[in-house]
C-alpha cells in the first residue's frame, strides 16, 4: 500500500494549534469524523457527534496501552474501528509542540494518524511500518516541518501535488 492511498489533500492539516496530548487527539478525532463519514458514508450512519466520540475513545484506549509517542518529535496514533471497510491516514504538523508522553521525552509536533478496519490485521501492521520507515527520514521530517500549507506536505509525503490527487 502507498501512502497516497492512506491519504488524501483533505487529510493533511497544517498549523494544528493545540496544546495537549488530549485536545491533538479530540481534534484529529473531529478531523478524523468528518473524513470518515465523507469518504465511508454509507458505512457511518451516526451522526458527526457519535463518530467523533467513538473515533477520540478508541484512540484513548491506543494510548492507555502505551504512548504512540515514538521520539524526534513524532507520533503515529492508531486504532480499529468495526464500521471501516479500508485503511486511512491523517497527517498534521503542528504550529507548537505538546506534550505527548513520547518514548524520549520530546514533544510532538507531526503527527500521522492511522485507523484500520477491526480485521486488517497484517494490511494495518504494514501501513505503520511504513509510516515509520518514512518518518525515520530526517531530511524528510526537516522538510515536512519548514512547510507552510497542506498542499505542500501533502506533496512531500505522497510525491503527487494535492491539485492532481483524489
Known sequence: MELHELVTPEC???????????????????????HL???D????????????RELFEVLL???????TGVGHGIAIPHGRLDSLKSI?????LLEKP??????DDQPVD?????????NAGAEHLKALAQISRMLRNQGLCERLRGCEDADALFALLTGEPASNAA
Do not use: W, Y
Open 98 to 103: 505538546v506534550e505527548f508522553d513520547s518514548i
Open 110 to 118: 507531526m503527527v500521522f494518524l492511522l485507523l484500520a478496519p477491526s
Open 61 to 67: 484506549e491506543r494510548e492507555r496501552l502505551g504512548s
Open 41 to 52: 458514508a454509507e458505512e457511518f450512519t451516526q451522526d458527526q457527534d457519535s463518530c467523533e
Open 37 to 39: 463519514r465523507e469518504c
Open 12 to 34: 493533511i492539516l497544517a498549523k494544528v494549534n493545540v496544546s495537549s496530548k488530549k485536545q491533538l487527539l479530540q481534534e484529529l478525532a473531529r478531523h478524523g469524523a468528518k
Open 88 to 92: 486511512h491516514g491523517i497527517f498534521a
